[in-house]
């Protein structure tokens, strides 16, 4: 005499990010009863009821994704379609003032302006330092234009702010320490 194994009761069940809808009908060749689920996201899908139960499954791969963003975000100002103004102006004061090939390398590391060791190795400290008093149209200015990138000598400027005689190169032209994509 066969053995008939209890019916599995599933729906209204939570496994994971998965809520157990409905049973859906099995597929020729797949072994195991499967299950319509409704992840939390939405997406609705047929899952085997042997990974449900196991953990194996679960979410629709939501979950793994927003693993994977919140392992590789740090600060969240550098997406990977669309840098924020905040973060090109960190990246092209550290350009100018460290790479010798950069075309304003001379007016800044080349005559001896650099930023502050934890700004060139942390955009988090340059973000808690002066991050948070950017708007649109100002850029990164330092107050007294013969000292370098630090703490208390940078403030967002306007342009013009920055056009005025203290803010001028060596060689007499205004030039804003701007990055290089405007605000």
């Known amino acids: 005499m066969k053995k008939h194994k209890p019916r599995l009761r599933l729906v209204g069940q939570h496994y994971g990010l998965w809520r157990v809808i409905d049973r859906a009908p099995n597929k020729p060749g797949i072994p195991g009863s499967r299950w319509v689920c409704k992840c939390i996201c939405g997406a609705v899908r ?49 350009a100018r003032c460290f790479r010798k090939n950069h075309p304003e390398f001379r007016y800044y590391g080349g005559r001896g302006i650099f930023c502050c060791a934890s700004w060139s190795i942390s955009f988090e400290i340059f ?35 920055q056009q005025r005689p203290e803010h001028r190169r060596p060689n007499g032209t205004a030039k804003h320490d701007e990055a290089e994509q405007p605000f």
């Open 127 to 161: 973000l808690a330092n002066v991050g948070q008093g950017w708007r649109p149209g100002l850029t990164l200015g330092r107050i007294n234009n013969s000292d370098g990138y630090h703490r208390g000598n940078v403030r967002w400027m306007t342009p013009e702010e």
């Open 46 to 94: 047929d899952v085997n009821a042997g990974s449900l139960r196991s953990g194996a499954s679960k979410s629709c791969g939501c979950l793994r994704r927003a693993r994977t963003i919140s392992a590789c975000t740090r600060h969240g100002y550098s997406p990977r379609r669309k840098p924020s103004p905040i973060y090109n102006a960190w990246k092209n004061l550290r």
